[in-house]
């Protein structure tokens, strides 16, 4: 799979991430590739060893997602405030 995803804010800056996995009800993982800033993409090659990984499990009429990630402590500091929101979201693609 080498389709790609952009995760941006209202402004249309984020971040651009291959898809890695794309299990529906199951798992996606995502491998980053770089940034858009400004409306211009640009390959970050310090992202290259990074990764999301969620697993979606069902428990009773919910959702358990659980996170795996590979990343630089800068990096979790940002997406840890991030998770909810894309965890919401990813859930929705899933189903």
């Not at 799979?1 to 941006?8: D, G, P, R």
């Not at 090659?45 to 402590?73: C, I, L, R, S």
């Not at 500091?77 to 929705?92: V, Y």
């Amino acid at each position: 799979m080498n389709e790609t995803i952009s995760f941006v804010d209202e402004t249309g800056n984020g971040l651009v991430s291959k898809v890695v996995i794309f299990e529906p009800d199951k798992e996606i993982k995502f491998a980053f590739l770089g940034e858009v800033t400004d409306g211009k993409y640009v390959e970050v090659p310090e992202f290259a060893e990074m990764t999301e990984h969620y697993v979606f499990e069902p428990v009773g009429n919910q959702t358990k997602m659980v996170v795996d990630v590979a990343m630089d402590d800068e990096y979790y500091d940002m997406m840890n405030n991030l998770w909810d929101k894309a965890g919401t979201e990813l859930i929705k693609l899933s189903n």
